[in-house]
């Protein structure tokens, strides 16, 4: 494969998965957890993902335990960020600059955490964001993700390129599940997968428009999908014309051509056409992109910078969360993600106007440390953190939290 074409894969956030040839069955998952020291686990390029070590107690905590069980490609590409990762840094160090002033003699003993998003009543305002490649994290990947939410009584948002069928993944877990949508150039393809989402019993629809990726560390790596896993992927999305006759780099010319990364006005007219599910844009950051999702028509937005993933240089998420609210004005359900590490940092989101927050890295590393319980666990950190942060500011329900919590400029 030359380097244009490589480069061209890894531009989208459908056909880039792990370098390393890893086995992702349960009977290798077995034999690693029976004998197989983590020394022999690198060598073989295989992961350890049964073993389970003392307890994390932060979101931090899950890092260390993921980079411990995965080839260094595979951890590289969820944790490494645009080029210089001067955004994926400013995501989480935006958060600690916000400050908060709790009110005195308002204290309350318990909280309500549940709230509705888009219509759908859930425990907490956590989702889990969609993540490319998540069966590249541990051998059950998304469907191990949609239990976990189910369990935790959230939503599970799946990504198009997640590893597993739309069907895998709806018959994985009883709770509700919106699906990401990457567009395929066939719009004939793309209707298909509305209509298949429609049926396997999706909520909502999320559409992705902050595309393009460069990560230094996927090229030094050479990050790329393993012949069977790009082709169970692509025969996921509906394409007939690739089969297990192809080489490699045939199946790799034919991914980089499947996609539409110039999404247009035009294609959410279509789209609106196509379907009466909830239609949400993830990546916006400006109030005139607020208006655009307006104009439109759309239900929701997600006030997003793809992580720090796609261009370097991109404002912190949360630093642009309020501007958004405000051209929002209720026209539309705002969400948030990029960043979110504590339930803290929930709080903060809330204060400043989302809805709910989706947390994409937390996810892969806690699936990584331990599949699904890990992301269960993960949740459940989150979950308590939040609720810890509501008593001390004095917060029963989240639809009490307000920017009054939050340090004025002047305070500052």
Same mark, same amino acid.
């Given at each position: 494969?030359?380097?244009?074409?490589?480069?061209? !894969?890894?531009?989208?956030?459908?056909?880039?998965?792990?370098?390393?040839?890893?086995?992702?069955?349960?009977?290798?998952?077995?034999?690693?957890?029976?004998?197989?020291?983590?020394?022999? @686990?690198?060598?073989?390029?295989?992961?350890?993902?049964?073993?389970?070590?003392? *307890?994390?107690?932060?979101? *931090?905590?899950?890092?260390?335990?993921?980079? @411990?069980? !995965?080839?260094?490609?595979?951890?590289?590409?969820? *944790?490494?960020?645009?080029?210089?990762?001067?955004?994926?840094?400013?995501?989480?160090?935006?958060?600690?600059?916000?400050?908060?002033?709790?009110?005195?003699?308002?204290? /309350?003993?318990?909280?309500?955490?549940?709230?509705?998003?888009?219509?759908?009543?859930?425990?907490?305002?956590?989702?889990?964001?969609?993540?490319?490649?998540?069966?590249?994290?541990?051998?059950?990947?998304?469907?191990?993700? =949609?239990?976990?939410?189910?369990?935790?009584?959230?939503?599970? /948002?799946? *990504?198009?390129?997640?590893?597993?069928?739309?069907?895998?993944?709806?018959?994985?877990?009883?709770?509700?599940?919106?699906?990401?949508?990457?567009?395929?150039?066939?719009?004939?393809? =793309?209707?298909? !997968?509305?209509?298949?989402?429609?049926?396997?019993?999706?909520?909502?629809?999320?559409?992705?428009?902050?595309?393009?990726?460069?990560?230094?560390?996927?090229?030094?790596?050479?990050?790329?999908?393993?012949?069977?896993?790009?082709?169970?992927?692509?025969?996921?999305?509906?394409?007939?014309?690739?089969?297990?006759?192809?080489?490699?780099?045939?199946?790799?010319?034919?991914?980089?051509?499947?996609?539409?990364?110039?999404?247009?006005?035009?294609?959410?007219?279509?789209?609106?056409?196509?379907?009466?599910?909830?239609?949400?844009?993830?990546? /916006?950051?400006?109030?005139?992109?607020?208006?655009?999702?307006?104009?439109?028509?759309?239900?929701?937005?997600?006030?997003?910078?793809?992580?720090?993933?796609?261009?370097?240089?991109?404002?912190?998420?949360?630093?642009?969360?309020?501007?958004?609210?405000?051209?929002?004005?209720?026209?539309?359900?705002?969400?948030?993600?990029?960043?979110?590490?504590?339930?803290?940092?929930?709080?903060?989101?809330?204060?400043?106007?989302?809805?709910?927050?989706?947390?994409?890295?937390?996810?892969?590393?806690?699936?990584?440390?331990?599949?699904?319980?890990?992301?269960?666990?993960?949740?459940?950190?989150?979950?308590?953190?939040?609720?810890?942060?509501?008593?001390?500011?004095?917060?029963?329900?989240?639809?009490?939290?307000?920017?009054?919590?939050?340090?004025?400029?002047?305070? =500052?």
């Amino acid at each position: 494969m030359d380097r244009r074409t490589f480069s061209q !894969l890894l531009a989208f956030g459908a056909g880039m998965f792990s370098a390393a040839h890893v086995e992702i069955n349960a009977a290798a998952a077995d034999a690693s957890a029976e004998g197989a020291g983590k020394s022999e @686990a690198a060598e073989s390029g295989t992961a350890n993902h049964n073993a389970w070590p003392a *307890s994390p107690v932060t979101i *931090s905590d899950f890092i260390p335990l993921a980079k @411990a069980k !995965l080839p260094k490609a595979t951890f590289e590409y969820i *944790s490494s960020g645009s080029e210089d990762e001067v955004t994926l840094r400013d995501n989480v160090e935006a958060f600690r600059r916000i400050r908060i002033l709790p009110p005195l003699l308002h204290g /309350v003993q318990r909280t309500d955490l549940s709230t509705t998003v888009l219509g759908q009543k859930v425990s907490m305002p956590i989702l889990l964001a969609p993540v490319a490649a998540l069966r590249m994290f541990h051998p059950e990947g998304g469907r191990a993700s =949609a239990r976990a939410a189910a369990s935790a009584g959230t939503i599970c /948002v799946t *990504s198009t390129s997640v590893g597993n069928s739309i069907e895998e993944i709806a018959a994985a877990g009883s709770g509700p599940k919106w699906f990401q949508l990457y567009v395929p150039s066939d719009r004939e393809l =793309a209707r298909k !997968l509305v209509k298949r989402a429609e049926a396997a019993g999706y909520k909502a629809l999320v559409v992705t428009v902050d595309l393009g990726e460069r990560k230094d560390a996927d090229l030094r790596n050479r990050f790329s999908l393993p012949k069977d896993m790009l082709l169970k992927h692509l025969r996921d999305i509906g394409h007939t014309k690739v089969s297990e006759r192809n080489t490699y780099d045939e199946l790799v010319a034919f991914n980089a051509k499947a996609w539409d990364v110039s999404l247009s006005v035009d294609f959410f007219q279509w789209l609106r056409r196509e379907t009466k599910l909830p239609i949400i844009l993830k990546g /916006v950051l400006t109030k005139e992109a607020v208006q655009q999702s307006i104009d439109l028509k759309l239900d929701g937005i997600v006030v997003s910078n793809h992580g720090g993933r796609r261009l370097d240089g991109m404002p912190a998420s949360i630093d642009m969360l309020k501007e958004v609210v405000e051209a929002a004005d209720g026209k539309l359900e705002v969400l948030f993600d990029s960043g979110v590490r504590r339930g803290g940092d929930v709080l903060k989101a809330l204060a400043l106007g989302a809805k709910a927050v989706l947390i994409g890295r937390p996810q892969a590393w806690s699936l990584a440390a331990g599949g699904e319980t890990g992301v269960k666990l993960a949740l459940e950190i989150l979950r308590d953190e939040l609720t810890n942060s509501m008593i001390s500011s004095g917060f029963a329900t989240v639809d009490d939290v307000d920017a009054s919590l939050l340090m004025s400029a002047a305070q =500052a």
